[in-house]
């Protein structure tokens, strides 16, 4: 006697892993950076998105031996995700607050 084998269908495959949030309203589609607040990391959280992003080797060194300070110095046992989450979150941030006066806009435009 052959059986059937059950397979989960798709709605179980792409289900979300978040409860899901009701959608802003128009007005509050675009929220200015001033409305938000200071942007924060994620922090340890399950991250759903990817991005991949090449660096020099010297950059990796210099990423882990930043990881290793922040371990053996100051007692922040952090991953290099974490770590580059939390560059990604300060730049972004003075960004906001400094539009053409924050380090990044004057660190591309090579100043």
Do not use: C, W
């Amino acid at each position: 006697m052959a059986r059937r084998v059950s397979m989960p269908t798709a709605d179980d495959l792409f289900r979300p892993t978040a409860p899901e949030q009701p959608a802003p309203a128009a007005a509050d589609a675009v929220p200015e950076p001033a409305e938000q607040g200071p942007r924060q990391p994620s922090g340890r959280v399950r991250h759903d998105e990817k991005m991949t992003v090449y660096v020099t080797s010297e950059e990796l060194l210099a990423i882990e031996q930043a990881r290793l300070v922040l371990r053996g110095t100051h007692a922040l046992a952090v991953d290099r995700g974490r770590l580059v989450r939390e560059a990604v979150g300060m730049a972004l941030a003075d960004l906001e607050e400094n539009g053409e006066r924050s380090r990044l806009v004057r660190r591309l435009r090579g100043e």
